[in-house]
């Protein structure tokens, strides 16, 4: 009976072990990313100018659009172009872009729901033109840093078909901002740079991704929730793999309360469970079936079939407990059998800190982690809620709301 606990503990574990390996692997070929020089998104010579349509997806954005557009019109070369998709708003969205002189799409409330929706209306549009090679989406509440455009132009012209720019929560107070900043640091930072070094597919997520015409033209976004994640894992089976850019950088707004994040990672944790069962026979199926690309859909299976970073934790603590207290029960082999979750929460916290370190996270982002065991409690609730809105049919996730 005292051996039974044991094996719990090791049961328990194994979600979180698997995910540590995989977060810790990244983490670790993340430190030895290097922008190749004139190659892909980094200094070099001249390189053949592409027209870029720049599309902005926005729902009810008026207190943050603004910023956005400031920025991108001060990046915006000649021969790019900027689109805003006023998705179903009611707000003064749409007058803010037309007076940062944005061409405007205005989807009505007779238009299909959905980000996806929005998004893939924005690019039927654009394509209706031939004055254009990429398109680049920025969210309404991102802000791109100077040369965001040349860097990825840069990228695109090298061969790469899509890219995804380093993309970063904007500095704010309180926790869950500070927590915000320690996921996008390894989300947004991290993984990229570890996948990009690999060679594997990098997720696009949603703002910062370019894409080339060709690949538009015969890609949609689809999916109620997480289409970048959809789209990725699409062009992932078709053997097309974004890669990484670190000089194009951006920052998103954070959210300001718990509501809103609780909203906003439902919506992102639904879309990874409905890609982890659309998604895993297919990318494994494909794995076995050809060699191009065939380590990167195994990681891509892979991050679909392991647990997120906080529940990872959860999972590795939980068994470290119960082997702990089969030691204490005198289960001798449960001694040597603990240092599986032990190193396995190890390998989470080096992915933790290699986040913060390649992010500069400051010193509030660090202290934050004092709160770990309360976001992992939330991220719980979180994971609940998106597998029950999964069982409801016609679930509509909304965008993230403003408070």
Request: hydrophobic residues 50%; charged residues 20%.
């Amino acid at each position: 009976m005292r051996g039974l606990l044991a094996v719990a503990g090791l049961v328990v574990a194994a979600p979180g072990v698997l995910a540590a390996l995989h977060l810790g692997g990244l983490a670790v070929a993340s430190w030895f990313y290097r922008v190749p020089g004139g190659r892909l998104g980094g200094p070099g010579g001249p390189v053949p100018r592409l027209r870029f349509r720049v599309i902005v997806p926005a729902h009810n954005e008026e207190p943050v659009i603004g910023a956005t557009l400031a920025a991108l019109s001060a990046a915006l070369r000649p021969g790019d172009r900027l689109l805003v998709v006023a998705d179903r708003c009611t707000d003064a969205t749409g007058s803010i872009a037309r007076g940062f002189g944005a061409e405007v799409l205005v989807r009505g409330p007779d238009r299909p729901v959905g980000r996806a929706a929005a998004r893939q209306d924005g690019v039927d549009h654009a394509l209706r033109a031939d004055d254009w090679d990429a398109v680049l989406f920025v969210d309404a509440d991102s802000v791109v840093d100077p040369g965001f455009l040349d860097a990825c132009e840069r990228a695109l012209v090298a061969g790469a078909p899509a890219v995804q720019a380093r993309s970063e929560a904007a500095t704010g107070g309180g926790l869950v901002a500070r927590s915000y900043l320690a996921a996008f640091a390894l989300q947004g930072v991290t993984i990229p740079r570890g996948r990009d070094r690999l060679g594997l597919s990098v997720r696009l997520r949603g703002t910062g991704m370019a894409l080339r015409r060709d690949v538009l033209g015969t890609h949609r976004f689809r999916a109620p929730a997480s289409e970048d994640l959809f789209y990725s894992l699409d062009l992932c089976l078709d053997g097309v793999l974004p890669r990484h850019v670190e000089s194009a950088r951006l920052r998103s707004a954070n959210v300001a309360g718990w509501r809103a994040a609780s909203a906003q990672r439902v919506r992102y944790e639904a879309g990874r469970m409905a890609a982890a069962r659309a998604f895993t026979g297919p990318l494994l199926r494909r794995a076995v079936g050809r060699r191009s690309g065939r380590v990167a859909c195994v990681e891509a299976a892979v991050h679909l079939l392991t647990p997120p970073l906080a529940l990872a934790v959860a999972s590795v603590a939980g068994g470290a407990v119960l082997l702990g207290a089969a030691v204490a029960a005198g289960v001798g082999w449960a001694a040597p059998a603990l240092a599986v979750p032990v190193g396995g929460l190890g390998l989470l916290v080096l992915a933790v800190v290699t986040g913060l370190v390649q992010a500069r996270a400051d010193r509030g982002t660090w202290l934050a982690l004092l709160a770990a065991p309360w976001y992992v409690l939330f991220k719980l609730a979180v994971q609940l809620r998106a597998l029950a809105s999964l069982r409801r049919p016609g679930t509509e996730y909304g965008a993230t709301p403003r408070e």
